[in-house]
């Protein structure tokens, strides 16, 4: 039996599941199975308590907000779903799907980076485009852009270890493709957490910098001595300026990368 639609936003209709298909553009790439047959449970239990969006399309309908919905009500072994049908084409499906998710953070942030790359590449929207569609700022989206820079390997590897987002982004500060590869290991053997991943990050890019060490011996016992006299010039302002009533604390520090005197003075 042909069932009349009446295409407007606040219509609720009931739709065979045979007919609805998953959103092409759909962000959300993760839908685990124990999630999915909990929702089931509910659904055989309440039923379907929030419709889901749909679209028309040339084979029927196209999920545009829903689709964990759907896949749970096929396996609660309903035959039909309520639902909302808009006018939408490709665009605007895209960028609902990816907003109803966002605003139901429901996604990972590899989904949600992926989600805007997809959406910038389909709309042909601008940094700032998106920004403006989803309620933030043009640097949000462009941070969130980078992490798609690491490459599919490094995400997937990244995710089967349930690493966070600010993982990924220490990896970032490695310029190398071979740097990040050890790096990521070796978070992942120590079980690093995201305070011991920075530190390890920031070594690494300290002992990148490091110079390499003076082979003329000589040379650096007169650099040491020439600067020991700095060392005095700086030791003596410090005393006139004790003498002269002001609280004045100094420390010095020295390593095989470098020296440094801190200095205090109190108000």
């Given amino acids: 039996m042909k069932i009349d639609i009446i295409e407007r936003k606040d219509r609720i209709i009931y739709l065979p599941l045979?007919?609805?298909?998953?959103?092409?553009?759909?962000?959300?790439?993760?839908f685990p199975d124990a999630e999915l047959n909990e929702l089931a449970l509910s659904i055989k239990e309440n039923g379907v308590l929030q419709p889901i969006t749909v679209r028309r399309v040339s084979a029927g309908y196209e999920v545009v907000a829903g689709e964990r919905r759907l896949r749970a009500s096929h396996i609660a072994g309903l035959s039909k779903i309520p639902c909302i049908v808009i006018n939408a084409d490709e665009k605007k499906s895209a960028t609902l799907a990816l907003l109803e998710n966002l605003q139901r953070q429901d996604l990972g942030f590899f989904e949600e980076a992926e989600g805007i790359a997809h959406l910038m590449k389909v709309c042909s929207y601008t940094q700032e485009d998106v920004a403006k569609k989803l309620g933030k700022s043009q640097a949000s989206i462009s941070n969130k852009l980078r992490l798609l820079r690491l490459g599919k390997d490094f995400i997937s590897k990244i995710l089967a270890n349930n690493l966070t987002e600010r993982h990924a982004r220490a990896l970032l500060r490695l310029n190398s493709r071979e740097e990040r590869d050890s790096a990521l290991n070796y978070i992942i053997e120590k079980?690093?957490?995201?305070?011991?991943?920075?530190?390890?990050?920031?070594?690494?890019?300290?002992?990148?910098?490091?110079?390499?060490?003076?082979?003329?011996?000589?040379?650096?016992?007169?650099?040491?001595?020439?600067?020991?006299?700095?060392?005095?010039?700086?030791?003596?302002?410090?005393?006139?300026?004790?003498?002269?009533?002001?609280?004045?604390?100094?420390?010095?520090?020295?390593?095989?990368?470098?020296?440094?005197?801190?200095?205090?003075?109190?108000?």
């Fill in 18 to 30: 045979s007919k609805i298909t998953p959103c092409r553009t759909q962000p959300r790439r993760n």
């Fill in 191 to 267: 079980k690093l957490n995201v305070r011991d991943t920075d530190e390890y990050i920031d070594s690494l890019i300290e002992q990148r910098k490091k110079p390499k060490k003076e082979t003329n011996r000589s040379n650096e016992r007169f650099v040491i001595k020439d600067v020991r006299l700095f060392y005095n010039t700086v030791g003596r302002a410090v005393d006139t300026m004790r003498r002269a009533g002001f609280r004045t604390d100094i420390v010095r520090n020295e390593d095989d990368e470098a020296i440094s005197m801190s200095i205090k003075i109190f108000k």
